[in-house]
């Protein structure tokens, strides 16, 4: 039953526009004024903050989970076979030789993922969040001045490229025994 629950979120979240989960959590959840009301949820579907952030998050879990499943899979099966022959109890087994190595298999597609989300935050601006594009868009529209685009996407560029580099130094640091 959780398999199926859980196998259905992923399908759903990975293969929905995140553009539509945002409409649909912000517009479509947010309809309900009644129902939250009375459940008291109300305080949180009626800001864009908290519904962006819900989306981006349910979003991203759903490609996370895929990466992590897909890391799991990759450890080589003989590093089960030699913690059972170590006699090694299962939570052993995995906190200290399993998670270890998938981490490293994983560090590079989740470091993709965090750059996906870090531009798909852009979307937020149509929520009315002012993010890094809905105050280019603002700016934009008392100038007029087309450069203000290309500032905010070198500004983009920029993060991306920390964030590159972060991840480029935690892979090294997580696979310094393998050089």
Not at 17 to 28: D, E, S
Not at 74 to 84: D, I, K, T, Y
Not at 100 to 119: F, H, R, T, W
Not at 144 to 163: P, R
Request: one cysteine or more; aromatic letters at 16%.
């Amino acid at each position: 039953m959780l398999q199926r629950l859980s196998a259905g979120y992923i399908y759903f979240f990975r293969g929905s526009p995140l553009l539509a989960q945002l409409f649909l959590l912000y517009y479509g959840l947010g309809s309900l004024k009644g129902f939250w009301q009375d459940v008291g949820l109300w305080w949180f579907f009626r800001e864009a903050w908290f519904c962006t952030l819900l989306a981006f998050t349910l979003n991203t879990a759903a490609y996370q989970a895929e990466i992590f499943r897909g890391a799991l899979l990759a450890v080589a099966p003989g590093q089960h076979e030699a913690a059972r022959a170590l006699s090694l109890s299962r939570s052993t087994t995995f906190f200290k030789i399993i998670l270890p190595q998938s981490l490293i298999v994983a560090i590079g597609p989740l470091g993709n993922e965090l750059i996906l989300m870090i531009k798909a935050s852009a979307i937020a601006s149509l929520v009315t969040i002012y993010d890094l594009m809905g105050v280019t868009k603002l700016a934009f529209s008392r100038s007029f001045d087309f450069q203000i685009y290309l500032w905010a996407a070198v500004l983009y560029l920029l993060i991306v490229e920390i964030v590159r580099r972060s991840l480029k130094h935690i892979e090294a640091r997580l696979g310094r025994h393998l050089r």
